[in-house]
């Protein structure tokens, strides 16, 4: 597999993970409201995947927004992720 593929691949699957992260942070806002076990699987799945990677960010920001009372790390991660995935696709 030529590294120009793999940078391709690579790219696009950090490019459905920021997608994951979003619909995560979205799910957070409904989660606790609904009573739908649907939405409330979806969004504990999508926990498991990206709150590793959201958690060191959350920690890195919790001295500085700890007065927010909203979660930025999403915003964050997704910026990062897109950054990274626009170096590999170059």
Do not use: C, E
């Amino acid at each position: 597999m030529p590294i120009h593929n793999l940078t391709g691949f690579i790219a696009q699957l950090l490019d459905i993970y920021a997608f994951v992260v979003l619909a995560n942070a979205l799910l957070s806002w409904f989660v606790f409201g609904t009573k739908n076990s649907g939405i409330k699987q979806v969004y504990w799945f999508t926990s498991r995947i990206v709150d590793p990677v959201l958690s060191p960010i959350r920690n890195a920001l919790a001295p500085v927004s700890r007065n927010f009372g909203i979660d930025i790390s999403p915003f964050i991660a997704i910026i990062l992720l897109q950054i990274l995935a626009r170096m590999l696709r170059s």
